[in-house]
């Protein structure tokens, strides 16, 4: 009984959902939105649910192809780290396999455009694992760019730009700061570092081309847009502040790298609710709000409830 609660605690760590819910929330924006605007027709809850499966799926399958070729360099040149892994190759090969095409399926409920987006996005989740994450000026940037592309599967032409430019900018600011704070290599330079403000920029310069061809400015598509950058900025500042007091109560880097990543997840998810007051909608931002709250007491609650099971020697 035991070992099998340890099985599934690696389980749960494998995949990672907990980190999950930030990409879920954005990308049921993506669909409030365009349901909302009339370009997506049907049960919004139907819609919704899709979206839930596109984004747990690509989240799921990026993380599990992470997993087996981790597995394969520890083999090669990390043998005495193998004993950490407590979930076979062949089921990670399998969790990938499923999650894409469930995610791919779920796409469908978008037509066509969504399908494509979405296997544009898987496309750049195996760009990145095998390619972008050995170049991290490169890799920051690419889980920026999935990101921003994965919110376009419901609507590949949205009503409005700046939260589809803002989760780009997050994920990458987000991802280079765990870079750091893990100690990776091989470690960002300041060349790596200016390459990647020039990647940012010249995507930036395309989602914008690409969303609001008829209109450079960012607010586009916002009716009341002051009530929402105000919580956005205090989300943001909030977000920093609460950073640099957990950096300092917190011991090891691979600990701090952690709780930063879930405060920036739970950041992420609740950053919807802003741009809803930005459309003159407080009653979906509360709405937005009180799912993403609930999404990560979930995750807090299942990490808690699995803590006597997992595994002591393994790193997520």
Not at 151 to 162: C, G, S, T
Not at 183 to 206: D, E, H, N
Not at 224 to 249: N, T
Request: proline share 4%.
């Amino acid at each position: 009984m035991h070992g099998a609660l340890r099985r599934l605690a690696a389980g749960v760590q494998a995949a990672r959902t907990g980190l999950a819910y930030g990409a879920m929330a954005e990308g049921w924006f993506a669909v409030a939105i365009a349901h909302r605007a009339g370009r997506l027709e049907g049960d919004l809850t139907v819609l919704l649910l899709s979206m839930s499966v596109v984004s747990l799926g690509l989240f799921i399958f990026g993380v599990a192809m992470n997993d087996v070729l981790d597995r394969k360099h520890d083999r090669a040149f990390a043998t005495e780290r193998h004993g950490r892994w407590l979930v076979s190759v062949q089921w990670l090969a399998a969790l990938a396999v499923v999650s894409l095409l469930a995610a791919l399926a779920a796409a469908s409920q978008f037509g066509r455009g969504g399908m494509l987006v979405a296997g544009l996005s898987a496309a750049g989740i195996v760009v990145y694992n095998v390619l972008a994450k050995f170049i991290p000026a490169f890799g920051f940037v690419s889980l920026g760019v999935i990101g921003a592309l994965h919110m376009l599967v419901p609507d590949q032409h949205p009503v409005v730009l700046l939260p589809f430019w803002f989760s780009m900018t997050f994920t990458a600011i987000v991802a280079g700061i765990v870079h750091r704070l893990r100690q990776k290599r091989p470690a960002a330079t300041v060349r790596g570092m200016l390459f990647a403000t020039a990647l940012w920029a010249a995507w930036s310069a395309l989602l914008v081309w690409w969303v609001a061809p008829q209109a450079l400015d960012p607010m586009v598509g916002f009716e009341r847009p002051r009530d929402g950058i105000i919580v956005a900025c205090i989300l943001l500042v909030a977000f920093v502040v609460v950073s640099l007091a957990m950096r300092r109560m917190t011991s090891g880097a691979p600990r701090q790298a952690d709780r930063f990543a879930r405060l920036a997840t739970l950041t992420q998810a609740l950053m919807p609710s802003a741009w809803f007051l930005c459309m003159g909608r407080p009653e979906a931002a509360a709405s937005f709000a009180g799912a993403a709250l609930a999404l990560a007491l979930v995750d807090a609650g299942v990490r808690t409830g699995l803590h006597l099971a997992r595994p002591l020697d393994y790193q997520p």
